[in-house]
Every structure is written in C-alpha cells, then in structure tokens.
C-alpha cells in the first residue's frame, strides 16, 4: 500500500474549552446612512443572540459620524460592549471597530471593501487611505482584516471590483481576506426582480477564485441600513474561540477559524489526516464541493464524512435544510438556510 503523499491545510483549529459565538461583520448606523444609533443596532442583534458585531459605516469609524451634537450617537464603538456580569461570565456582547471603505470620488459600481479591527481614537480623526491598496495594508497592519463586500450587487456588471482598474483586482490587491459569499441585505432589498439571489449571493464566484489558488475566506453580512429596505440577523459568521474577547474573535475571524451562515447551525468540523466530517444539530442537505464549484459527495444526514482523495484542489462543505431565511417573503422562499465551511486546502 502506498502512503498517502498530500496533506489537509485546515483553519479550524478545534479544542475542548472552544465556543461558537455568532457575529455579523456588515452593518450601517446613523454615522453614515443607517437609521439607527449604534446602541439601537446592539439592541437589536442582542436580542436575536448575536454575541458580536461590526459597524461598517461608510469611510467612517465610531464617533467620526454625522451625528456628533447627539451624546448617544457620539458614542465610541467599543463603548457599546456589554461587560460581563462577574468575573466568572464573559463579556455578553463586543463590539469590532470597523469600515466600509468606498472610494469617495466612486459611481454606484465602484468596489466596497470592509475593513474589520481598524484602530481609532476616541476622539480622533479615523483616516481611511483614499486608495484601495492602502485601506487593505493600513487595517492589516493595524490588526483587523479586510474583505470585498457584495461583488455581485451589480449582476448587469458582473463582478465590479473589475472596474477598479478594468482589471483582474485579485492580481492587483494584496492582503484581502475573503470576499462577502452572501449580502442578505441585497438579496432582500431586490426580492421583487429577477433572480434575486443573484445579487447578494456568489458561491460561483469563490469557487472561480479558490480554484485560481487564491485562499480567500467567506464573511457574510446584513448590510443592514433600516427596516423595508433589508432585514437584520440573518447573516451569521459563527467563530471558534476559546476566550470571548475582541482581539480573539478578530484572529480567529483573519485566520479563517469560523463558519458562515444564513441560519443552519454547524456544531462540529473535524479535519482528520484524509477525512472532514461535518455535523449539525438536525438533518439536513449537505454537499462537499472541490475545484472548478464541482460536487464531490451529497447526502441528506445530521452528520458526514468525505474521504479525501487528494486531487481536490480544495474541499468546502456547504449544509442547507428547507427553512426559508425571509419567512413571510414569498419570492425568497427558494433561498434556504445554509451554513458554509471555509475551503481545506490539499497540498
Ligand atoms: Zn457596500
Ligand atoms: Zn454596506
């Protein structure tokens, strides 16, 4: 028998005293052009379980906003953290600093990066470089990460960060994180056209990239400005920590060790030295996929394993069940809950 001669590149990194916390990583307050304070939206997303979020107003940070004569929208964003109860209870909510960086001089097809564990000072003035490249390196250096946001609000455009520069931008930009797979917000906000889906959801398009060679994570986002327009807490990035802090939910979140989700719950990912099992806490749809998007197993079970061959490329693993994300929407109801994995690299 021949020995097995590739190995599995795994982000997860799984331990006993590990805990799943739910964050969404896309959303806008009154400092750029959200309707609600910061303290709403924590509110808000407190109240559905969300253990974390990230503000991402346009270009701003914090209490750069619009609204600074009002002292509750002055707030800092890391004044909006719950603190623990005791010493013994973690922190119930943490806020991450962030932005959504758009090239101010853009049209409404110009590329919007977000830009997660940017540093500010209470009262001082955030900068976002004025290029893309800058943003990226600044938040990088500082920390955070960053990652492209809705690559297919524009379907009539197709993907367009290709208007940057009329060029291919992952052979321009350096040092992106992961790419927004699914924008519910644009999804929900086009309900009544053609293909909604179409507009916030880009599975196709990461395949497309992780078959290219480029590692890059799934973030997921609401994009969440106000009620009507989108609706909030149905993108869930789900990270595996072993302490609930910021800094350990922005390392695990950089170094892909979290699912992302529209509802299903994964409970478990194991990466053994030629199987990946999965599990969740109900039955469900699963689906192993490799290079160029193609389906390498599929399966209806509460838990899976796939047998690695080797030539895979890579291997994601995406679980659905038949609950639509949008309940009461009709022209949604085909957009299910799924979870997805990040890719295992074979090498
Ligand atoms: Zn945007
Ligand atoms: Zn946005």
């Not at 799943?20 to 303290?39: A, E, M, Q, R």
């Not at 991450?96 to 009262?123: M, Q, W």
């Not at 929900?188 to 395949?207: T, V």
């Not at 920590?241 to 478990?268: D, H, P």
Request: glycine share 8%.
């Amino acid at each position: 028998m021949v020995a097995k001669k590739f190995h599995l590149i795994s982000p997860y990194e799984l331990s006993e005293e590990s805990r799943w916390h739910l964050g969404n990583l896309h959303l806008h307050s009154t400092h750029s052009d959200g309707v609600f304070s910061p303290h709403e939206l924590r509110d808000i997303y407190m109240k559905k379980g969300f253990d974390f979020f990230a503000l991402t107003d346009h270009n701003c940070m914090g209490d750069q906003g619009n609204n600074k004569n009002d002292p509750e929208d002055r707030a800092y964003v890391l004044d909006l953290d719950v603190p623990p109860n005791d010493i013994n209870n973690p922190p119930h909510f943490i806020a991450l600093p962030g932005y959504e960086f758009c090239d101010v001089k853009s049209t409404s097809a110009t590329p919007h990066v977000n830009c997660i564990g940017a540093k500010t000072g209470r009262d001082g003035v955030h900068r976002p470089s004025d290029d893309y490249q800058g943003a990226i390196d600044q938040v990088n250096l500082e920390g955070g990460f960053a990652f492209f946001n809705h690559p297919f609000i524009d379907t009539l455009r197709g993907w367009d960060f290709r208007y940057l520069r009329g060029e291919d931008p992952l052979m321009i930009l350096r040092g992106l994180r992961g790419i927004e797979l699914v924008n519910t917000g644009s999804i929900y906000y086009r309900k009544e056209r053609k293909n909604p889906m179409s507009y916030g959801l880009c599975a196709h398009l990461w395949d497309e990239i992780l078959s290219r060679g480029v590692k890059l994570w799934a973030y997921v986002g609401d994009d969440f400005h106000k009620f009507d327009e989108e609706i909030p807490c149905n993108a869930l990035n789900v990270v595996l920590t072993k302490e609930f802090t910021r800094e350990e939910i922005i390392r695990n979140l950089k170094t892909g060790n979290f699912y992302a989700s529209t509802g299903l719950m994964i409970t478990g990912i194991e990466v053994m030295h030629d199987t990946i099992k999965v599990v969740t806490d109900d039955i469900a749809d699963f689906r192993f996929i490799g290079f160029g998007g193609k389906v390498l197993k599929e399966t209806k079970e509460k838990e899976t394993e796939y047998k690695v061959k080797g030539n895979e490329v890579y291997i994601r693993v995406e679980v659905s069940n038949n609950l639509p994300v949008f309940d009461d929407t009709p022209e949604l109801r085909g957009f299910t809950q799924t979870a997805w994995t990040q890719p295992i690299f074979i090498e």
